[in-house]
Nanobody
Framework: QVQLVESGGGLVQPGGSLRLSCVGS????????MSWYRQAPEKERELVAT????????NYADSVKGRFTISRDNVKNTVYVQMNSLKSEDTAVYYC?????????WGQGTQVTVSS
């Protein structure tokens, strides 16, 4: 069964850091472009960061450039996002996605709350 499971979310103060992980099972993520998305309450889901299958190309939303870093470990079948200098506007449910051609898989999401 194909599955993506995110973890690492939680409550953090403004200026703090979190690292989210997304582990794939039932398929090899090395064949897929991996992305992180987020969705805040009453807002549309937005793309946060993307990393190519071999990790050579990374793209970020303007709102997180310089603060977030996406990475992957294809041996561990895992993709990460390191989030630094967190702001209240980063509060959202974060999802990972694997995509290749017409194939697309989503995780169930992990909540990140940035609040003092």
């Amino acid at each position: 069964q194909v599955q993506l499971v995110e973890s690492g979310g939680g409550l953090v103060q403004p200026g703090g850091s979190l690292r989210l992980s997304c582990v794939g099972s039932g398929f090899n993520i090395r064949d897929y472009t991996m992305s992180w998305y987020r969705q805040a309450p009453e807002k549309e889901r937005e793309l946060v960061a993307t990393i190519s299958s071999v990790g050579s190309i990374r793209n970020y939303a303007d709102s997180v450039k310089g603060r977030f870093t996406i990475s992957r470990d294809n041996v561990k079948n895992t993709v990460y996002v390191q989030m630094n200098s967190l702001k209240s506007e980063d509060t959202a449910v974060y999802y990972c996605k694997a995509h290749r051609s017409i194939d697309e898989y989503w995780g169930q999401g992990t909540q990140v709350t940035v609040s003092s």
